[in-house]
């Protein structure tokens, strides 16, 4: 990945100590978080249900700024009346499994440019795009868009607040050796890169 590009990546530390759960979540724990099709209401709340206010669901959107989605995760929005909605149907027409670039001007960098791209309404998800139209979202978007260095420290600051949310009180065990496996377990011979995506 090219993210490297970035001016973000320097070092900072994240607290140590939280505790992860000793099996998979569940399914209605997955989809208990915010789908591409959310709405504002829906983000803004679930992102206070974790402690985390609406410069930190902006900011933490701004991940968006590297990565792909399919088709299938964005096919509301093909019945928009608006020229970059046009144009996603039409990316999409001929193989509705395609992957799309969720930041359509610079995909392989960790930049500022996804909140310039929803000011001019080229956000590729209803959850992305919806952050502009919001009065409780829309100032972080237009600063976060006038200013990169704001958007890497924010960035950072929402990443170790997030961090630190430790839903159900402290179930599970802190991991001394291994994300990938529970402590007094060695890593399967298998997992290799597949286990890294997996477990990301």
């Not at 140590?16 to 709405?39: K, M, Y």
């Not at 991940?63 to 039409?90: I, M, P, W, Y």
Request: a negative charge; proline letters at 4%.
């Amino acid at each position: 990945m090219q993210a490297g590009e970035s001016e973000m990546f320097y070092f900072y530390d994240l607290p140590l100590g939280r505790f992860d759960s000793l099996e998979p979540a569940n399914s209605s724990a997955v989809f208990d978080l915010p789908q591409s099709t959310a709405d504002a209401n829906t983000l803004i709340n679930a992102f206070k249900s974790r402690n985390l206010e609406p410069i930190d669901l902006v900011a933490l959107s701004g991940a968006h700024t590297v990565g792909k989605a399919q088709c299938s995760s964005f096919n509301n929005r093909f019945s928009e009346d608006a020229d970059f909605a046009r144009r996603l149907a039409a990316n999409c027409s001929s193989d509705p499994n395609r992957l799309q670039d969720l930041d359509v001007e610079t995909p392989i960098v960790l930049d500022n440019q996804y909140f310039k791209n929803l000011m001019e309404g080229k956000g590729v998800f209803t959850s992305d795009q919806v952050l502009i139209s919001d009065g409780r979202t829309d100032w972080a978007v237009k600063g976060l868009a006038e200013n990169k260095y704001w958007f890497y420290s924010q960035f950072r600051d929402s990443l170790v607040k997030l961090s630190q949310y430790q839903p159900g009180g402290n179930v599970g065990e802190i991991r001394r050796n291994s994300c990938f496996a529970p402590n007094g377990r060695s890593i399967p011979a298998t997992a290799g890169d597949e286990g890294v995506a997996a477990s990301a």
